[in-house]
C-alpha cells in the first residue's frame, strides 16, 4: 500500500465526529449515484444464468456491433496518437504567441457536445452540405455511414494523447535532446531513443482514455449513422436500440462487455498513475 | 518527430525575399504541419460550416428558432437541471475530495487491510470510462418504478426514470469526477503548516477552514464545477435514455438537435446547435480564466 504517501500519519488520531460524518455522506453520495447503478448491471446481465448472457453474444447484430467498435478503435487510435504527438511537441517544445490559444483549441471537442458535433459532420459531408455534391459525384457515402462514424468518433476522442503527453514533455525539459543532437542524433533517433522513453506512459495512459472513449461514444456516431441494425450499428447504439426494442437482456449483456472495458480502463488507469508518481491530473 | 531546434521555430525566419510561398511552406515542421491541417480538417471546416450554414438564415429567423418556445424549454431543462448537477457534484465532491486526501478509512483487521479508500478513489473514474449508453440504461433501470432505488421512492410520489429527476441524476453521474479530480491535487499540496499556525494562533477548526483552506481552494472548486457543468450541458447518450424526451417536460437541447435532424430540419438543428457551440465556448473561457485566478495562490 502506498498509502502513507497519500495521508498523514497523525489523520488516524485525529479523527472525530465530522471524520466520521463525512466519510459517512461520501459513501452514501457514491452508493447512490455510482456503486448501486453499476452492481445493477451486473445483476441484469447475469440474472438469468450465463446461458442468455453468452446467447446474445452470438447474434448477428451484436456480433457485427462488436466488430464494428473493434475497427472503429483500430483506425482512431493510430489517427489520434500521430495528431496528438505532433501537437503535444509543437505545444510543449516552443514558445509562440496564442499558444495558450491553441491549447484551448485542442481542449475544445471535449466541451462541444457530441451532438453538434455530429451535427457539423452532417453539414460538411451530408447531401446538402459543402463537400455533398462532390462526393455524391465520386461515389463515396460519409453520413450514414462507416467513414462519418470514424470521423465522428476521431473527433470526440482527439484530444486525450495531446493532452496526457504536453504535462510529461513540459517536465522532462529539451537539455537531454539538446544534447543528444549535438552528439549527432537525427530527429528520428532523438524521438526513438531520448524523448519517446520518457513520455511512454503518457502515451499509453492517453492510449487508454482513447480507446475508451472512441469504443464507447455515442452521441456522435449515433447521428452521423443512420443506426442500421448490422450496418452502422456501433455497440453502444446497439445497447439503446435493444433497450428501446424491449431486448432488455440483449441490452445489458452489450452493457455489461462495455463497462467490463471501462473496469479494465480504470485499472490500467490506477497502474499507469502510480508508476508515474505523477499528480493525478483532470481531463 | 524531428527535434532539431533552430529550423522548428514557428513561424520560420525568412531570410530571402526571392523564396517561393512552396519553399515558406516547406521549411515548417512537419509536426506544425500534422497538427494544423488536422485540426483544420476536424475541428475548424466543421465549426465553420455550421456558422456559415446558421448565417445563410435571417437573423429574425436565427432569433425566431433559438426563442422558439420548445427550443427556450430546451434551454430551461439543460441549463438549469445542469446547473444544478454540477453545484450538487460542486458539494459532495469538495466533500469527496476532502475525505480521500485528509482521512485513512482503509479496514484494517489484523495484517490484512481491506482498501476501501483506494477502491473509491479509483472508482471515481469509473463515469469517464463508462460508455454514456451504459450509463443510461443501467441508471434507468435503477431509479425507474420498479428499480432497486426507484421502487423506494415511488411511495413517495418520486419519479425518477423519464422525468426532470432522471435527467439530473444522470448529468450527475456524468459529471461527477470533475470536481473530486480537479480538487484532490491542490488539497494535496496545501501546506498542513499553515493549518497548524492558524490553530497556534488560537483559530477554531471553523475559522481555520473558512479562512486558511476555503479561500485558495474556492476557485478550484468553481472550476470543477463549471467544467461539469459544460459536460452536463453537452450530455447525449445518458440522458436520452432515462429521460421520456418530452418537450416542455424533459427534453434538452442535444435530444433536440438530433430530433430536428430526423425531420430533416437543418436549420432548426443548426440554430440551436449554434447556440450550445457558443455556450461551450463562454465556459472555455471561463474554465480558463478561472484556472488563472486559482493560480494566483500558487506562491511558492
Redesign the interface.
Known sequence: ?T?SE???PS??KQ?NWA?TI??G???I??L???????L??FY?AFRNGIGPFFANMTTPAFLHAAWLTFILSVITLP?NT??G???A??IA??Q?PGR?FLL??????????????G??????Y?R???FGEFLQEQGIRVVFAFPGIV?AT??VS?PFVAREVIPVLEEMG?EQ??AA?TLGA???Q??WRV?LPHIRWGVLYGLI?TN?RA?????AV??VSGNIRGRTQS???F??DA?KQYETQA??SA?VL??L???V???L??ILERRTHS????? | ?????HS???PPNYRSKRQSLLETIAQI????V??YV??GI??L???L??FT?AATESPENIWRIATSPIALATYDVTFVTATFSALLNGV?GS??A??L??????LSIGRF?L?I??F?D?????????????????????YSNN???GSWLAPFGIKVSFTRLGVA?AM??IS???VV??V??VL??ME?EVEEAAWSLGASKWQTFWKVIFPPLFPTILT?VA?GF??A?????SV??IASNTPFRDLI???L??QR?EQYD?SG??VI?VV??LI??I??LCI?LLQAWGRRYDVK
Not at chain 1, 469504443?215 to 452521441?219: A, D, I, L
Not at chain 2, 518527430?1 to 531546434?5: E, F, G, K, P
Not at chain 2, 486526501?101 to 482503509?106: E, K, L
Request: hydrophobic share 55%.
Open positions: 500500500m498509502l497519500k495521508t498523514d489523520a488516524k479523527r471524520a463525512l466519510i455522506i461520501s459513501i453520495y457514491l447512490f449515484i455510482l456503486y448501486i447503478p453499476t445493477n448491471l441484469f489517427l500521430i495528431f504527438l505532433c501537437a511537441w509543437a517544445r516552443n509562440f495558450a484551448s483549441l485542442i481542449d475544445l471537442p471535449f466541451s462541444i457536445s457530441p451532438v453538434v458535433a451535427l457539423m459532420i452532417i453539414l460538411l451530408g446538402q452540405g459543402w470521423l476521431a473527433f482527439m529539451k535532446e539538446e543532437k537525427n530527429g528520428w532523438i524521438f524523448t482514455l475508451a469504443m464507447g461514444e455515442f452521441g449515433a447521428v455497440l453502444p447504439l445497447i439503446e433497450y441490452a445489458f452493457a462495455l463497462a472495458l471501462a473496469v480502463t480504470v485499472i488507469k490506477e499528480n493525478r491530473r483532470t481531463h | 518527430m524531428a527535434v532539431s531546434s522548428q521555430q514557428f515542421p512537419w509536426t506544425w500534422v497538427t488536422y485540426l476536424m475541428l471546416v466543421p465549426m460550416a455550421m450554414k459532495f466533500i469527496l476532502w475525505v486526501v485528509r482521512y485513512d478509512f482503509n487491510t482498501p479508500k483506494n473509491i479509483a472508482s471515481l473514474d469509473l463515469p469517464f470510462a463508462l460508455p454514456t449508453a451504459v450509463t443510461g440504461l443501467t441508471l434507468a433501470t435503477v428499480g432497486w432505488i441524476v450527475t453521474f461527477l469526477p470533475f479530480r480537479t484532490q491535487p494535496q499540496e498542513r470543477g467544467l459544460s459536460r450541458v453537452g450530455e447525449y447518450g436520452v435514455i437541447a442535444p435530444v438537435i438530433f435532424l437543418y438543428a443548426t446547435g450550445l457551440l461551450s465556448l465556459m472555455l480558463n
